[in-house]
T-cell receptor
Framework: AQTVTQSQPEMSVQEAETVTLSCTYDTSESDYYLFWYKQPPSRQMILVIRQEAYKQQNATENRFSVNFQKAAKSFSLKISDSQLGDAAMYFC?????????????FGAGTRLTVKP | EAEVAQSPRYKITEKSQAVAFWCDPI?????LYWYRQILGQGPELLVQFQDESVVDDSQLPKDRFSAERLKGVDSTLKIQPAELGDSAMYLC?????????????FGPGTRLTVL
């Protein structure tokens, strides 16, 4: 079974600085999807960024970018120019493309604090 | 902007009582998911629906949990009887298709406390 590991329970960053959140996963599949979701306090989880494993180019969404290392099974999230609104729990997730085996596997999360 | 609705937002109950949670997905979304998120952990899938049919309920404790989506739109998750270990956040999510790359849209969740 696929597992997702986030080794940093908590991280903090100064406003306007850059922070990187780590994620590793274990799988025997060659094709899959990886996600970073953000869960602000008392608010719903929202998708930050998505990466398809067959695409070599790292995904980017404004201030958010990923470093996808397929061979190392690593998928880190970089947040540039951190803002107070970035404070949240961040979850890394893995999903198989197969219809009958495609439940989303989440890591335990990293709590990000942004200091003004 | 369309959102996934859930109610109630908070529920406190005593063990051995029955509880029910409701979810209304984004209009037109055929795929609906129920997750359980224990404090300090990531969400874990309980059940997945495609329209009104259950696609995956392998992690649903069927002796006490049940889920239905009778008309393929809104859904209800029930626990009977509730146990202390059921205290958690119950999240509902929906997507337009079940395929792996499709974004799942999450509701605000129902926080259950079992005393």
């Amino acid at each position: 079974a696929q597992t997702v590991t986030q080794s940093q329970p908590e991280m903090s960053v100064q406003e306007a600085e850059t922070v990187t959140l780590s994620c590793t996963y274990d799988t025997s599949e060659s094709d899959y999807y990886l996600f970073w979701y953000k869960q602000p306090p008392s608010r719903q989880m929202i998708l930050v960024i998505r990466q398809e494993a067959y695409k070599q180019q790292n995904a980017t969404e404004n201030r958010f970018s990923v470093n996808f290392q397929k061979a190392a099974k690593s998928f880190s999230l970089k947040i540039s120019d951190s803002q107070l609104g970035d404070a949240a729990m961040y979850f890394c997730a893995y999903r198989s493309p197969l219809y009958n085996n495609n439940d989303m596997r989440f890591g335990a999360g990293t709590r990000l604090t942004v200091k003004p | 902007e369309a959102e996934v609705a859930q109610s109630p937002r908070y529920k406190i109950t005593e063990k051995s009582q029955a509880v029910a949670f409701w979810c209304d997905p984004i209009s037109g979304h055929a795929t609906l998911y129920w997750y359980r998120q224990i404090l300090g952990q990531g969400p874990e899938l309980l059940v997945q629906f495609q329209d009104e049919s259950v696609v995956d309920d392998s992690q649903l404790p069927k002796d006490r949990f049940s889920a239905e989506r009778l008309k393929g739109v809104d859904s209800t998750l029930k626990i009977q009887p509730a146990e202390l270990g059921d205290s958690a956040m119950y999240l509902c999510a929906s997507s337009s298709l079940p395929s792996g790359g499709k974004e799942q849209f999450f509701g605000p969740g129902t926080r259950l406390t079992v005393l």
